[in-house]
């Protein structure tokens, strides 16, 4: 009886260690998210420009 209650608590052992990495996993996912959005917005940004520049360059072949 002692081997099964044993292996009783080293099997909660690990899926408690399971648990623990699992929550270890979001908090690093949950930490990258204000990085991402700082990278569309840029993003964003820059595709605005070349849009600008697009436009401009064909404004310029329309008046010649």
Do not use: C, H, R
């Not at 699992?22 to 605005?48: C, H, R, W, Y």
């Amino acid at each position: 009886m002692g081997a099964k209650s044993k292996s009783n608590v080293e099997a909660m052992e690990k899926e408690e260690l399971n648990v623990q990495s699992t929550q270890a996993v979001e908090n690093e996912f949950q930490d990258e998210e204000p990085k991402l959005k700082g990278a569309f917005v840029s993003s964003l940004i820059v595709g605005a420009i070349i849009i600008v520049m697009w436009v401009a360059v064909y404004a310029l072949y329309q008046a010649s």
